[in-house]
């Protein structure tokens, strides 16, 4: 298979590093649905076996164990490399600080080599991190952030940045196909309930009746997508010519004091919130500039935030019975 060529994705096999992890196991199960050969390649640091446990004896999906900071060869043909593992919530990458960065610099690379060497494509999961805390709102794909490189943040909020400055040096050097998504505040089933993030912090409030960990005054926006539409995003993204970066994300803004209501509402348990002390380098605003995806892609965020949390909030509850 030649570069900038994709088979159908019932012929394809698909790579998915972090494929063990939230948006990785969705991508697993939509590409196998799809009727892909699958093999997801995932260290465990912060995916979960669990995750992809009802794939694991489907003839088309294998499970490598694998750190992809060290070299990583896939026997025969792969017709995309999709690259997903990072740790990817602030409790994760303040713990793991290293780890973040050389999943970033190095994964990226490694990943970047095994789709050069199989004339594969390959799609970066970059994020909107890469905004850092906007000057500019929404953030539109033009705009270069503001982002402090030396702050606890930075280890990821840079890991990213030099994820696509490497991809689209590999897709000017080397002719990779190339595909860069930056990523807004996604949510849905096999998030990590101890995540940290806002919608798992909430929602284990919430279920247990506790206030909800609101940071700051809760005036900061955010803009979150069911992880449902944002697999769509991701489809419509590799099986599309636009190279990107591409904003994938709502652009249906909320703050977190208006968030922790409507996850109140999808708990039915209304204990109220707590101000906690804002993190350092908290963005204060972020909302895409979601043109390109709509009019290019053809595709939008648009399962609304209420109907997304009933459906998380029930996946939570079966978690905590189990």
Request: with cysteine.
């Amino acid at each position: 298979m030649s570069a900038g060529t994709l088979r159908p994705l019932e012929d394809a096999h698909v790579v998915i590093t972090g494929g063990a992890g939230f948006l990785g196991s969705h991508l697993c199960e939509r590409f196998h649905a799809e009727g892909s050969r699958v093999t997801a390649v995932d260290n465990l640091l912060t995916g979960n076996r669990d995750n992809v446990a009802h794939l694991l004896d489907e003839p088309r999906f294998r499970l490598l164990e694998h750190d992809v900071t060290t070299h990583l060869d896939i026997d025969g043909d792969v017709d995309a490399v999709l690259h997903f593992a990072s740790p990817a919530s602030p409790i994760d990458y303040l713990r793991l600080p290293i780890q973040t960065l050389k999943v970033g610099a190095l994964g990226t690379h490694n990943m970047l080599g095994l789709a050069l060497a199989k004339g594969a494509r390959f799609l970066l999961a970059s994020t909107s991190e890469v905004y850092g805390d906007p000057l500019v709102h929404p953030q539109p794909e033009t705009y270069w952030g503001n982002v402090n490189p030396i702050g606890p943040r930075g280890v990821y909020d840079e890991a990213k940045r030099f994820a696509e400055a490497t991809t689209f040096a590999y897709h000017r050097s080397h002719g990779v196909d190339v595909r860069v998504a930056r990523i807004f505040n996604t949510y849905g089933p096999r998030m990590r309930t101890e995540d940290g993030r806002a919608v798992p912090a909430f929602m284990n409030a919430a279920l247990e009746g506790r206030p909800l960990p609101v940071h700051g005054d809760g005036l900061q926006t955010r803009s979150l997508s069911y992880v449902d539409d944002m697999v769509d995003g991701f489809v419509a993204l590799l099986t599309h010519d636009e190279v990107g970066p591409v904003n994938l994300g709502s652009p249906f803004e909320v703050t977190m004091l208006q968030l922790a209501e409507v996850v109140q509402d999808a708990c039915g348990s209304h204990p109220g919130v707590q101000l906690h002390p804002r993190p350092v380098d908290d963005p204060q605003v972020r909302r895409p500039d979601a043109t390109i995806a709509r009019e290019r892609l053809g595709w939008e965020a648009t399962t609304p935030l209420s109907v997304g949390l009933a459906r998380t909030a029930e996946w939570w509850r079966a978690q905590q019975k189990a």
